[in-house]
């Protein structure tokens, strides 16, 4: 399992996409926490009403509207490529499943986890306080949006088709999310429960319900996983 993650892991710093993604991460983490820094020095009544916490409105902002199309950019055939290059058949006679699966899921979140770790330590630069919540609450987050991308990787057998569906699901997603959580209409505010935005939006003790969230879709990964026949 390690090997297989250590090998995503690796291989999500080669490619020419994910060095334009890292810089577009870390301009505007640094940017947007040296304007807060600013805003601190000129208002500084105004800027404290904000807290440290406005530091990292940036990279909030940048993983809540843009995660989804991050991820599937850069991940969007993290099973489906193995299995259009035929070499799946080699991996699950090599370990279990469940290896493949976890070593898959756990090398792109230890890649984003370093991103945001640089992210928060940048931000920790201006700030003078490392933001713990932050960092936990956008890898909650960012762990749900990877375990749903590897459900659409697993479903769907064409990595073509997988960039497809995830740019469409990072169009329409978001937009339902947030349509749900600030609608008072009874048909379309029940879609709250079923986004991981919404127990962001709740912050304190409830953003660990995504970490719940993304072990669910995990286990129906899982299980589809094993259904496949490669």
């Known amino acids: 399992m390690w090997a297989i993650c250590f090998n995503e892991f690796k291989g999500h710093f080669k490619s020419f996409k994910s060095i334009v993604v890292i810089a577009i991460i870390f301009g505007v983490t640094y940017l947007t926490a040296d304007l807060m820094s600013n805003l601190m020095a000129s208002f500084p009544e105004e800027a404290a009403e904000l807290g440290t916490d406005g ?55 230890f890649f984003w986890l370093f991103c945001m770790v640089i992210c928060f330590l940048l931000i920790t630069i201006k700030s003078k306080d490392f933001l713990w919540l932050g960092l936990v609450d956008t890898m909650l987050f960012l762990s749900v949006a990877l375990a749903l991308n590897l459900v659409f990787s697993i479903v769907i057998p064409k990595p073509g088709v997988t960039m497809f569906v995830g740019i469409t699901f990072a169009l329409v997603f978001p937009a339902l999310s947030f349509w749900a959580i600030f609608s008072g209409k009874l048909y379309i505010t029940w879609f709250k429960f079923l986004t991981p935005y919404y127990y962001s939006s709740l912050a304190d003790y409830y953003i660990l319900i995504n970490g719940l969230y993304a072990f669910l879709l995990l286990l129906l990964a899982y299980w589809l996983f094993k259904r496949r026949d490669f």
């Open 55 to 109: 530091y990292a409105t940036g990279i909030v902002i940048l993983i809540f509207v843009l995660g989804f199309f991050f991820i599937t950019g850069l991940s969007h055939d993290i099973v489906n490529r193995e299995v259009s290059e035929r070499t799946m058949r080699f991996l699950v006679t090599k370990t279990t499943r469940l290896n493949v699966l976890m070593g898959k899921y756990l090398g792109v979140w």
